[in-house]
């Protein structure tokens, strides 16, 4: 077991080397000069080029990479030009924010796709297998930004039931916080409700037809016991990493999910510091996502690897 | 030398053609999925001919609700939202098509090679290449490129690349490596069929063998997936151009049409932010669908098998 973890984090960091290598030349190598966008309009060439070797843009590309990287390895990701403040700092001020808005995403998909998943499987070809089948699809189908809009005419403007937008940390009030949240929670997580809906109905499915479920049934055990024991509990394995896996979608929705909210979070974060065009702070926060992403695959593959011996001999 | 089905004189194309007939009129809502995207073609092509008035130019009928002039009301420069919605067809949809081409143009011939060779250095090199691409997750780079080049077009010497040929390059490129994932595990399981070993024997060249025959066997799950990759690369698009960095305007997006809505919410304007997102869902429901249909007929064991996703 060590050594397959030992074996994915190398495989982990190679990846995560070569992702920061892609940010760092998406940012740097491309054109536009980040000194140009800090300065104003009719700012002198001298000028310019005193900034741009402050910033260290004049040394050579690899030093600046090789710089830029043993920095972060250290948790130095750099200065905003537009906070004027460490960038590591400013993102994890956000980053509660944005694993609030997650976890509870993660929560409705699951309380939704559980169910739905294990019925749609116990009733394949039936009336609420179609119905799943359709919910899910309008569920991957719906923009995430068109249904929180939709969301906020309906439930704020409308009804009036909830806030439109803004955050409220659990410490302000579980009530008022979970009012706040509860909207942009719903948006992010019917996408990805609908998702595992799909992977768990396929490997209720694969489980069911299994000896060991025959088996059971024949030793005469319920019905019931069957299908929420011994088939989810198999059925649950695949479908959590594959749901792990694409958290990433989770990430990328939260910015949308945010900036249509008004949540202070780290996707939001991201949206301005690229309006205001401020490279440390989209590079810093592009890497953490990253690294984040990576990190939570690394956590699936061990889980996997923990419940599957077979994993970890074949890797 | 082809596929094994005709050398037992059956027409595969044939069986297909009955299929998707049978598949069709058992699946009501594939049919009208299927004719959705023909109608969306069709607007594409011809968007004069479903929308009269002009989707740029302002007027002085701002903020009106829908009426019979106006079928989805107008926005906030008194432009007919129909017309927008109607001329945002094309780019929305050469924008999924483009990116789909793209990442299979790149994706097919990585993973057929990687497949092919494997185990080998250059599968290794280029599995690794997909997984640092893989990393990232989808939007976000997208975010993170696009915000670096600008929403203008870019000159890079004698070549200019408009501001939409970069969107598809990038969505595509981040789509690569999902293309060839599939493609390299088809190849795995095709290349150690018998009619390979038979073409080896008869002495035909390895690209032959990779480009004409293996490929051929492993369409199908390229085209299911693909298909599906429309919806994502369309629904990308949408997201870029709802953040202001998709197209720009005045040209119309469905996106960026959702992302001027955003201002009249809370007045109730409902009509600015409905149907632009409606027309959204429709397509990328009309992709996805079509790509569960191709699935269920190119495999005709997941339909009354088990294995059924």
Request: aromatic fraction near 8%; proline fraction near 6%.
């Amino acid at each position: 077991m060590l050594g397959f973890l030992t074996r994915r984090a190398a495989t982990l960091a190679i990846v995560l080397l070569g992702a920061s290598l892609v940010i760092f030349l998406i940012m740097r190598a491309l054109p536009g000069d980040p000194a140009i966008g800090m300065l104003t309009v009719n700012a002198s060439p001298e000028m310019i080029k005193e900034l741009r070797a402050q910033l260290g843009l004049e040394r050579p590309l690899h030093e600046q990479y090789l710089r830029w990287i043993g920095a972060a390895l250290t948790g130095d990701l750099g200065r905003s030009f537009f906070f004027s403040a460490d960038v590591l700092p400013l993102i994890l001020e956000r980053f509660p924010v944005t694993l609030h808005l997650a976890a509870m995403s993660l929560a409705i998909a699951l309380l939704i796709s559980v169910p739905a998943g294990v019925l749609a499987a116990t009733h394949k070809g039936r009336f609420v297998d179609h119905l799943c089948r359709i919910i899910a699809l309008i569920g991957v189908s719906i923009p995430v930004f068109w249904q929180g809009l939709l969301m906020i005419l309906l439930f704020a403007v409308i009804l009036g039931w909830l806030p439109p937008g803004g955050y409220a940390p659990p410490s302000a009030g579980l009530v008022v916080s979970t009012a706040h949240i509860l909207m942009p929670s719903i948006a992010l997580g019917t996408a990805y409700a609908a998702t595992i809906t799909r992977m768990l109905r396929a490997s209720m499915l694969d489980v069911l037809g299994r000896d060991y479920i025959t088996v059971a049934r024949a030793l005469g055990v319920p019905e019931r016991a069957v299908i929420w024991n011994d088939a989810l509990r198999n059925a649950l394995i695949p479908t959590l990493t594959a749901a792990g896996f694409s958290f990433g979608y989770l990430l990328a929705g939260a910015v949308l999910t945010e900036v249509i909210f008004n949540l202070p979070g780290m996707g939001r974060l991201l949206f301005e510091s690229i309006l205001s065009r401020d490279y440390p702070l989209v590079q810093g926060v592009v890497l953490l996502n990253v690294f984040v992403f990576v990190l939570i695959n690394l956590v699936m593959d061990a889980l996997y690897a923990l419940l599957d011996p077979r994993v970890r001999e074949s890797a | 030398m082809s596929t094994p089905a005709t050398l037992i004189g059956v027409d595969p194309s044939a069986g297909k053609r009955r299929r998707l007939g049978r598949v069709l009129l058992r699946d009501p809502l594939a049919l009208l999925a299927f004719l959705f995207v023909l109608l969306l073609v069709a607007i594409a092509f011809f968007p004069e001919f479903f929308a009269s008035l002009s989707p740029i130019r302002p007027s002085r009928n701002r903020l009106q609700e829908p009426s019979l002039t106006n079928l989805m009301g107008t926005d906030q420069f008194g432009r007919d939202i129909w017309a927008r919605c109607v001329h945002a067809t094309r780019v929305s949809l050469s924008v999924g098509l483009t990116t789909v081409a793209f990442a299979l143009l790149l994706g097919v011939p990585l993973g057929a090679i990687a497949g092919f060779r494997s185990p080998s250095l250059i599968d290794a090199a280029i599995m690794r290449v997909m997984d640092v691409l893989m990393a990232f997750p989808p939007v976000i780079l997208a975010i993170a490129v696009v915000a670096a080049l600008g929403a203008n077009d870019v000159e890079w010497g004698p070549i200019t690349i408009p501001h939409v040929t970069k969107l598809m390059l990038v969505i595509g490129l981040l789509n690569v490596p999902k293309v060839a994932r599939i493609v390299r595990a088809a190849v795995l399981v095709e290349r150690n069929e018998q009619y390979v070993l038979a073409e080896r024997a008869i002495g035909a060249s390895e690209l032959r063998i990779v480009f004409r025959d293996i490929l051929r066997n492993c369409i199908s799950p390229v085209v299911v997936y693909a298909t599906l990759l429309v919806a994502t690369a369309i629904l990308s698009e949408a997201a870029l151009s709802f953040l202001g960095l998709g197209i720009q305007p005045p040209q119309p997006s469905w996106g960026g049409m959702l992302a001027d809505s955003r201002t009249y919410v809370m007045s109730g304007q409902w009509w600015l932010t409905v149907f632009p997102g409606l027309l959204i869902f429709l397509t990328v429901c009309a992709f996805n669908l079509a790509g569960d249909l191709l699935r269920d007929l190119l495999d005709p064991a997941q339909i009354t098998g088990r294995g059924d996703a």
